[in-house]
């Protein structure tokens, strides 16, 4: 194995400018909230307190619906597309010019790697805008029928394990649509979403177009339950998903909803076996297994199961933990104290249950929130390593000794978001991705995402799609006959 160690290379913070706190962000101004409530949010890595930040609470909500509303009737339903498509592309130009600061920020806020905030998040994020700014003045071509028309007022609630990326996911093709937006972003990681307020008023989008409120799951409830909400976008657990889509049934809003998952990456005898063992490390052990669509379950034909756990832990062994903000880091901290309580909890439920359980020797930093890169083997389908979202660096590994069995396993599961296929064969992929219940399925790769590309999963992993064509029509009211 490695006998030599990488020097540190750790990035400067000099160019994060945090201030000591943040209010939130109601039509196009910083402001208190009503009642001067704040938390805190914290490094995970290390601990430390990086900001306070406002509470909302129904009253702050409700100014900025009235101001979301306000900006929808008199300003942005008036904008011509084209100028629409202008501000998107700013925005997309000033995330690249900042694109440093915010990775920095992010990996300051999350405990991600700072070579994954560097190299995925924020350059995915400034391409969604990118992307959907070319939409904004194309809509009426794109077969949503004559004259699609905006939903109107849209309420937005993101998760912690990609904050700025799924903000964009967001916020850019319900801006391109037409809508205005009150965002919410997850009570551990605010700032980047309260850097991109500044974002947007550098980039003089006009007041109350987007407004970015911050709080934990009560405020996001009062926003998902206010009443002059047309849609709620969310992304998050499925026990959140499940209680949106209760509180809204009886209401006329509609609803996207990104939940869990519980992917299948299925290793065929005939793949490529280095390459293998590479897609299942960035399947699981990318942002610390903090991903809806984490290669989680791995599905390895029998014949070639014990050569891929051999290269599997030799690889896993080489897997560099700790400071995110050091750029040879591969695996950072746990996102907050809670989601390392899960870990362990559902991981232990493994060892009660009576798989194996293997890791690397590795180090922990003594402060901070860390797991090591682990996986079960011995897993049978009815453990709850091999059911439950674990969202950790924990992989279940099972066996499968026919392409059939691969797939019904694969399938064997509540979950729909993703899948992955390792063969030589195409046509056997072919095969294996028609089988598959999953909304993306990856070939030979794992982990790629590209803002033309539809994501959104069967069952319980949820409601619509996000991305490319597919995403816009969730932010649109069309009727497509009518049209004819
Ligand atoms: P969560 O679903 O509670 O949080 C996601 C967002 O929803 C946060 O902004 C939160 O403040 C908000 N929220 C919470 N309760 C709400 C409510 N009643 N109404 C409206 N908004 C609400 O997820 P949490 O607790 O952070 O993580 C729990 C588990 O959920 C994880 O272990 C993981 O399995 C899963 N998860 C899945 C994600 C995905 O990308 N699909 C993202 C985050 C978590
Ligand atoms: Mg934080």
Redesign the pocket.
Known sequence: MSNFEYASAPESKAIANISDSYGLFIGGKFVDPRKGKSFETINPATEEVLSKIGYADKLDIDLAVKSARSAFTKVWSKTPAKERGKYLYRIARILQVRAREFAVVETLDNGKPIRESRDTDIPLAAAHFFYHAGWADKLEYAGFGNKPKPVGVVGQ?????FPLL?LAWKIAPALAAGNTVVL?????TPLTALLFAQVCQQAGLPDGVVNIVT???????A??NHPDINKIA????????K??AR?ISATNKSATL????KAANLIFEDAAIDEAVEGIVNGIFFNQG???CAGSRLLVQENVADEILEKLKARMSLIRIGDPMDKNTDLGAINSK??LK?IHEISKSGDAEGANRWSPECKLPSKGYWYPPTIFTGVSQSHRIARE???GPVLSVLTFRTPAEGIEKANNTMYGLSAGIWSDKGAKVLWAAKQLKAGVIWSNTFNKFDPASPFGGYKESGWGREGGRHGLSGYLKSDVKASK
Not at 157 to 161: A, F, K, M, T
Not at 184 to 188: G, H, I, L, Q, V
Not at 215 to 221: M, N, S, V
């Open positions: 609630i993101i998760p912690w394990n799924m919410k972003p997850a009570e551990t709080g934990d799951g009560i405020t996001g409830a926003l998902v969310f992304t998050g657990s499925t026990e959140v998903g209680a949106i509180s990104e939940l869990g998952g903090h991903v809806c809670e989601q899960r979202e674990i969202f």
